[in-house]
């Protein structure tokens, strides 16, 4: 439907004349808008002759949400789509701050203003909208009262559309794919898309820079962007096996609908708003929950040096496994993740879903001999569960092998649902197999039961091949980090490997979700040419390689967040290289504050953090393709005190494809007054740790 949006556009055209103070307003209007607290955003609500309900959202006095559809459609009842009126509002506003066990800050910010605005028709239908404006951008969400013929439905279409300028480009992945969310970013005009996955990032003609995501996705499928018309974007729900939608039990709400805004793009990396609209957390007191870095039997069967069944050469054995143990406590390492431990990983495992248990061990590995060392050295074992989407099989054994890790000190827990996306497999009671597709709201509740469950005993949960990141680990401390995109796998055996520009897209994009297990620190850059093991399985081709130089893989520990991080490559690698390596058992993975200083999406970023509980700061900048020299004000450093700067930067010759480990590592005095020189190679980076000197 075509609808006249000539109301809403004069409502947001008469506010954008006015102060900041829209709530204040009196009259009808003032029921119909809402701005954000420094006034630079306005949101305008309305209805059509037609009585289609719609909003729209202008910023600095540019309309950035052409005037948008609202409303839901269901299987068998009438639909909240047209037939309405506005019949109240209200308004209200918050400011405060509340503190992250963990996170890229330690202290957030919650300051929004708020618009509630009632929808109701003539026969009795009735729905609510709930608006949050921000500095930083809005968020909304449906919320249908108890009513008459409602208390149970089903929704066929979610009716939310998001207009955006034709002219604008955009990063994104596509949706409803084989490979779930682990696709190349593509850099395109809007005529190219079609579905694509959220957070989708939108640079407008102007250089307004949007996201379009969702947060707080609880018993509900995930929302797509599909591109019905030029520049209109609606909602599209993850389908279910089973049901003709999404199916609620009134009264209930959806999750958030967000929209990031900022004047550049390092403004939306610096953005709270898909934590601020989530619940605060549920599980009570979590110091439990330990940020840090670990080490792992994984990078090892991705280069084909050891595999994770017994058909090669075995990875997860004891022996193994305590020899990544020592490495881990010789450097500071906490934790130790292992691979490939328990049965059903021989032959094709891609597809031995139904036969993986997360309790047995293979003969070669001793869970307790091999936990209790690792405790002994101070360092903790990882676990590990794949599923190959599987869920039936998981939840059924979940409760014995959580469990199994309590009673081994396990405190994380990696887990993985490999399988192509649509094909997430349950078993119901009658023993029919359905198969759902990630996102969809069977295993949205699924990622949601294995988090809960794991903070009974004290575990933490970082999964791989997951749902996408709405915010939950504000809820749920314990959800700690997790996949979501094409990781540093992919530079072992991908066609092709993760180009440079990739790690200069993903904090633009999928990291403004949330933190990523992305698994840094290669130090062997064409492993694939590594000397062949005997009985191992046949390298890869070479030209899977790395695509960054040295010190860019330093630069990721900073650029790209996650409150654990791995050192990904072998301990003899990192053995060979001591220098680089400093900076790996330097760089904490939990923060006081995070700043991204300057950057354009898919080029470069340049961001600096302060360790929590510490004076000290880390800066990483990384680059594309192209080589840049940045001169980057250090004005993040506090006033009056002078640091060492330790640095790791590209030589003046380095280049990811030429010569990719040339290093120029140094140390300097800086002040907040400093304006730093951070050459970046092509595929390049920088790393820097600063410290008060008075430390020394």
Not at 59 to 69: L, Q
Not at 168 to 194: C, F, H, K, Q, V
Request: aromatic share 12%.
């Amino acid at each position: 439907m075509i609808f006249s949006a000539r109301v809403l556009l004069a409502t947001i055209a008469a506010l954008l004349c006015l102060p900041s103070a829209v709530l204040a307003m009196q009259g009808d209007e003032a029921g119909r808008s809402v701005s954000s607290p420094d006034g630079r955003l306005v949101v305008a609500v309305d209805v059509t002759g037609e009585g289609v309900p719609q909003y729209g959202v202008a910023y600095g006095g540019e309309m950035v949400i052409a005037p948008s559809r609202l409303g839901m459609r269901f299987a068998a009842m009438k639909g909240f789509d047209e037939g309405f009126a506005i019949v109240g509002s209200s308004a209200g506003s918050a400011d405060e701050t509340w503190e992250q066990p963990w996170g890229e800050r330690r202290f957030v910010r919650d300051h929004h203003n708020e618009l509630v605005v009632n929808f109701a028709a003539d026969d009795g239908r009735s729905f609510n909208v709930r608006f949050r404006a921000f500095d930083d951008g809005i968020g909304f969400r449906y919320e249908v009262p108890a009513q008459q013929g409602y208390d149970a439905v089903t929704i066929v279409d979610e009716l939310t559309e998001f207009r955006v300028a034709e002219a604008s480009t955009a990063w994104w992945i596509p949706s409803r794919g084989w490979n779930r969310y682990e696709y190349l970013y593509e850099t395109t005009g809007l005529e190219e898309m079609d579905i694509v996955h959220t957070p989708v990032t939108f640079r407008m003609p102007s250089g307004i820079h949007l996201s379009v995501h969702e947060a707080a996705l609880v018993d509900y499928a995930a929302m797509s962007l599909k591109q019905y018309r030029p520049g209109i974007f609606a909602a599209d729900l993850a389908p279910s096996a089973t049901a003709a939608g999404v199916v609620k039990k009134g009264p209930f709400t959806t999750p958030w609908r967000t929209i990031q805004v900022a004047p550049d793009a390092a403004g939306l990396v610096n953005s709270d708003l898909i934590l601020n609209l989530n619940e605060p957390n549920r599980l009570g007191d979590v110091s439990w929950v330990e940020p840090g870095k670990y080490v792992g039997i994984w990078w090892a069967m991705h280069i084909n040096d050891r595999s994770w069944g017994t058909d090669f050469i075995h990875g997860a054995t004891t022996d193994e496994t305590k020899r990544y143990i020592d490495f881990a406590a010789e450097n500071g390492f906490d934790g130790v993740l292992v691979e490939g431990w328990n049965t059903g990983w021989d032959g094709d495992w891609f597809n031995n879903g139904d036969v993986f248990s997360f309790t047995e061990t293979y003969p070669d590995f001793d869970l307790r001999e091999v936990a209790d060392y690792a405790l002994s050295k101070g360092v903790r074992l990882v676990g590990h569960h794949e599923t190959s989407g599987n869920i039936t099989n998981y939840e059924r054994q979940m409760a014995d092998a959580y469990d199994l890790y309590e009673d081994h000190g396990v405190r994380q827990v990696k887990t993985g649902y490999v399988a192509d996306g649509g094909d997430a497999k349950w078993v119901d009671d009658t023993g029919v197999a359905h198969y759902e597709w990630h996102d969809g709201q069977k295993m949205v509740n699924h990622y949601i039961h294995s988090v809960t469950e794991a903070a009974k005993r004290k575990i933490s949960i970082n999964t791989h091949e997951p749902i996408k990141d709405t915010g939950l680990r504000r809820t749920y401390p314990n959800w700690i980090t997790r996949e979501g995109a094409r990781g540093q796998e992919y530079n072992a055996w991908g066609q092709p490997p993760n180009p440079p520009e990739h790690t200069a897209i993903l904090p633009y994009t999928r990291m403004l979700s949330g933190p990523m297990d992305f698994t840094p620190g290669i130090f062997d850059l064409m492993p694939n040419e590594r000397p062949q093991l005997e009985g191992a399985a046949p390298r890869h081709s070479t030209a899977s390689r790395v695509e960054t130089t040295l010190a860019k893989q330093l630069a990721l520990y900073v650029t790209i967040y996650s409150p654990i991080q791995m050192a990904a490559d072998l301990p003899e690698n990192y053995e060979a290289r001591p220098e680089p390596f400093q900076f790996i058992r330097d760089v904490p993975a939990d923060w006081e504050e995070s700043i991204a200083l300057a950057g354009a999406v898919g080029d470069y970023l340049v961001i600096a953090r302060q360790e929590r509980g510490s004076d000290d700061w880390f800066l990483g900048a990384v680059t594309d393709e192209e080589a840049r020299n940045i001169s980057q004000p250090l004005s993040f450093l506090t006033d009056g005190v002078t640091y060492r700067a330790e640095y790791y930067l590209d030589a003046d010759d380095a280049d990811w494809e030429t010569n990719p480990y040339a290093m120029d590592i140094g140390s300097r005095a800086v002040t907040s007054e400093t304006v730093m020189e951070l050459p970046l190679a092509p595929g390049g980076g920088a790393a820097v740790r600063f410290y008060p000197m008075n430390d020394e």
